[in-house]
């Protein structure tokens, strides 16, 4: 079986701080390699890890706050300097095209790969990326815009005694990025090997947090705990708490198998 892994190239908030960078992971599943949200420093983190690019074919991206996207021409613009000819296919919400395409025109002109855009609906749960060994699924957030977060699924082609063909499904992985505590994800989410959800605040923050449509570690810990998942990643954490262990402690009483993310730092899914 192929190496199922999620390394963390970003897992601050909104403003950069001298420890963490704005949202960014890579996934390797079933051999092919996934970047999940493009905040700034994003490409900076996969030239240290000696990610490589040439595999990557598909970037998902969970709403168009700067600080899931803001890396996004930067790193078109390198794949462009490199004269990369394979596609690059982005899955997110429509506006992101308009957005970025003059940005596009203007330095990436002269580029020799396409890159396709796949506009998706954030607020439904569907199917928006499909081959024979990987299936990736919108999971609906509550957010201050439209966000959504990302499942994927490992599945395998097999054999039935009467020659059909079935799939089934081995490892998931589960992406919640910004959202407020939403109990309607956990049937989507329901026993996933491995989820990330965002912490951005404590509980003694949790009037902000409310304000600005993000959880806090015991939220999040607690939808880990209703959907049955086996291990519980936080991240987004708020530039205004530089010790983020304390998101830790508040977490693990609720859901005990629960760690934090950390740049540069991969986790078996």
């Known amino acids: 079986m192929s190496e199922a892994k999620v390394t963390i190239l970003g897992c601050g ?26 905040g700034e420093g994003v490409q900076l983190a996969m030239q240290k890890l000696g990610l ?25 613009s390198t794949l462009s300097m490199l004269k990369r000819t394979q596609p690059m296919h982005i899955y997110a919400h429509k506006d992101l095209e308009k957005l970025l395409q003059p940005l596009l025109d203007y330095h990436c002109g002269d580029r020799l790969f396409d890159i396709v855009f796949h506009p998706i609906n954030p607020r439904k749960h569907e199917v928006i990326f499909e081959d024979r060994t990987v299936s990736v699924e919108t999971i609906p957030l509550k957010h201050g815009v439209p966000t959504c977060g990302f499942l994927f699924k490992e599945t395998r082609r097999k054999m039935a005694e009467d020659g059909s063909f079935y799939h ?50 015991a939220e999040a810990a607690m939808i880990a705990k209703k959907a049955n998942v086996g291990k519980l ?28 993310a950390e740049e540069h730092l991969t986790f078996e899914i």
């Open 168 to 217: 089934v499904t081995r490892k998931r992985y589960a992406y919640c990025s910004d959202t407020m505590y939403s109990e309607k994800i956990i049937p989507i989410i329901e026993g996933v090997e491995t989820l990330y959800h965002e912490s951005t605040f404590l509980t003694e923050m949790g009037v902000r947090s409310k304000e600005v449509m993000h959880s806090t570690a």
């Open 233 to 260: 990643i936080l991240g987004h954490y708020s530039a205004r708490v530089e010790d983020h262990s304390l998101f830790l402690n508040e977490a693990k009483p609720i859901f005990d198998n629960t760690v934090l």
């Open 13 to 38: 908030s909104a403003k950069p701080t001298k420890t963490t960078s704005p949202s960014g992971q890579w996934l390797d599943l079933c051999d092919k390699s996934f970047l999940i949200d493009c």
């Open 52 to 76: 490589r690019t040439a595999r990557l074919y598909n970037i998902f991206i969970t709403h168009l706050h700067g600080d899931h996207c803001f890396g996004l021409i930067g790193l078109l």
